[in-house]
């Protein structure tokens, strides 16, 4: 997820919304690290996830934070860069960027963004991931718009928007491919 967000996302000023999202509008906006803008946005959600999640989930989040982020980082620090077209690039997020997000949320995991807090609300409050996921990546559309300009906001809001029902789609399909063969984790069930 960290190599895809730096190399197609934050190349093409298009994102699947999400803290990476929100992570490379600020930092392209601040002219700053998208790996290290993560990590700080992510240390504000493990404090909420510890809060109502409890110690397992805070660990869990943790972890996926911190391989996110600093994959991120690293990927930023190689200067590889794509040279596709933008609608391919668009396509590819649109279809596949919420494929590693929907595979965790099938386990009960998360990479710390705001899937975590949607599980959390879900789980908590019953407010469906998809709705919470949405309402969330209405922030990385504005960061892309405020970043980029109105294509990159658009093509953001287009992805972003569709990314609840995305995760959804994915993780019903790990489900279905997955759960025959292992048990789900305890942590946002």
């Not at 000023?13 to 992570?23: D, K, M, P, Q, Y």
């Not at 996926?64 to 396509?91: C, H, K, S």
């Not at 995760?167 to 946002?188: G, L």
């Amino acid at each position: 997820m960290g190599i895809e967000s730096v190399l197609i996302e934050k190349n093409f000023h298009i994102s699947s919304g999400g803290v990476s999202g929100l992570s490379i509008g600020i930092a392209d906006y601040l002219h700053v690290s998208a790996g290290f803008t993560n990590l700080c946005i992510k240390a504000l959600i493990f404090g909420v996830v510890y809060y109502f999640g409890g110690t397992l989930a805070a660990y869990w989040t943790l972890v996926g934070a911190a391989i996110t982020g600093v994959t991120m980082w690293l990927t930023e620090l190689t200067g590889v860069t794509l040279d596709w077209p933008q609608w391919l690039a668009f396509g590819f997020i649109l279809v596949f960027a919420k494929l590693p997000i929907g595979l965790l949320v099938s386990k009960g995991y998360s990479i710390g963004g705001f899937t975590a807090i949607a599980q959390l609300l879900e789980r908590h409050r019953g407010i469906p991931l998809p709705w919470s996921l949405t309402i969330m990546n209405l922030l990385a559309v504005l960061a892309m718009l405020v970043s980029h300009g109105l294509v990159s906001g658009m093509l953001t809001a287009v992805i972003a928007l569709s990314a609840g029902i995305a995760t959804k789609i994915w993780s019903e399909a790990a489900k279905a491919f997955f759960d025959q063969r292992q048990v789900r984790a305890p942590m946002f069930r």
